[in-house]
């Protein structure tokens, strides 16, 4: 038995009187640009947030939530990857974004730029310079219709100055799902400088079959000493707003930093949020299963849809995540497509040039919506085309 109504019932009229910012920003357009799902969250956790709610549970998060949701990830991992960590390295944030700025601020040297290979998920850019540093962007490279990291140019990065690097897996925006032979490879770059990574996994539970999720830092003894790994219920159970996410920490050193200078970046993690992870880790399988399902052929829909419609716009499907990465170059619209579907066709996109240099002329599009609205995006975007 389904554990939601269809998701095909849900109406743009539905999430605009939702009020988020997906829906609100542009109040005329369809919402395609943040990373945010249109399906609401599973049940189990809407029981535990109106227990929490009805409990009172507003003061600042005791040590006992933490070590819940702690316990609760560490079990995920176990059960999903195989990947034995201690309840006590397991530590709460706001969100992926305090961790990257943890990591900068605590494990990397004053000074030095942080190593982003690119397309990157927009504030990978940009919150390094409000805190003081500079970024190296690090093209990815194409093998066949795939990207892959860029070694000898990661290589040059760390030669040129940068210690710690960014790892997205699985990527965003470009939905790549890394293979252990992948991260090994850039395992031995990092080690050969001494450098450290910051793993993106916040979209770890959204792999599509035939892909494995593999953390980062479970494969060798090596990689678990240079890195930081951030993750969040957030992204596969559409849990933005309630503001919790988990750094895990595998080296020692890194234990007792941690502990010393560490709490300031734990203090944006409201209690609903831990709330809600844990009830997503321990009981939210079932759902994310059928979620995972009806995004699966939201993929394959559309790749139909832009063959039929669109054919100049590139599209890989992406092997995890609800993003996917769209080459508009053929149309001939600029360096920033967005700005024409979102004027011409009323859909809002995210234009790739924001993901970094080598993302100009590509645009972000996220497909975990109703397919009656997947389908009309791409007739809009089709339709503002042929009038041009």
């Given amino acids: 038995m389904s554990l939601f109504p269809s998701f095909d019932d849900v109406t743009v009229e539905d999430l605009r009187a939702a009020g988020g910012l997906k829906w609100s920003r542009h109040p005329e357009a369809i919402g395609a640009f943040i990373a945010e799902m249109d399906f609401g969250t599973a049940p189990p956790i809407l029981h535990a947030l109106h227990e929490a709610v009805d409990e009172g549970l507003f003061g600042y998060l005791p040590e006992s939530f933490v070590t819940q949701m702690a316990q609760a990830w560490c079990g995920w991992a176990e059960d999903r990857y195989a990947w034995q960590v201690s309840v006590e390295r397991v530590r709460p944030l706001a969100d992926v974004l305090a961790g990257l700025q943890a990591a900068i601020e605590l494990y990397s040297p004053p000074g030095t730029p942080l190593i982003l290979p ?43 100055g940068g210690n710690l690097m960014v790892l997205c897996n699985p990527h965003n925006p470009i939905g790549r799902v890394l293979e252990p032979d992948e991260m090994l490879a850039v395992a031995q770059v990092v080690d050969r400088h001494g450098g450290r990574v910051f793993s993106d996994e916040i979209h770890a539970p959204l792999v599509y079959d035939g892909h494995r999720h593999v953390p980062y830092a479970s494969l060798s003894p090596t990689m678990a000493a240079h890195t930081l790994t951030a993750v969040s219920a957030s992204k596969a159970w559409n849990l933005p707003g309630l503001k919790c996410a988990q750094m895990v920490l595998t080296n020692d050193a890194d234990v007792v930093v941690w502990a010393e200078r560490g709490h300031r970046f734990e203090h944006g993690a409201a209690n609903l949020g831990v709330v809600a992870n844990v009830a997503a880790y321990t009981q939210g399988g079932p759902w994310l299963a059928q979620v995972l399902g009806y995004l699966d052929e939201n993929r394959r829909i559309l790749g139909e849809l832009l063959a039929a419609l669109i054919p100049d716009i590139g599209y890989t499907p992406p092997e995890g995540t609800y993003l996917a990465w769209l080459d508009c170059r053929r149309l001939g619209l600029g360096p920033a497509p967005a700005e024409f579907f979102l004027d011409r066709a009323a859909v809002a996109l995210t234009d790739g040039i924001a993901c970094g240099e080598i993302g100009a002329g590509f645009v972000r599009y996220n497909f975990a919506t109703p397919r009656p609205i997947l389908k009309h995006t791409v007739e809009q975007m089709g339709l503002a085309l042929s009038r041009r």
């Avoid at 540093?133 to 795939?146: H, K, N, Y």
């Fill in 118 to 160: 690119t397309p990157a998920y927009m504030p990978f850019l940009t919150t390094p310079l409000e805190i003081g540093r500079s970024v190296i962007q690090v093209p990815m490279a194409m093998e066949g219709d795939r990207y892959v990291y860029d070694l000898d140019a990661l290589d040059a990065a760390f030669t040129a």
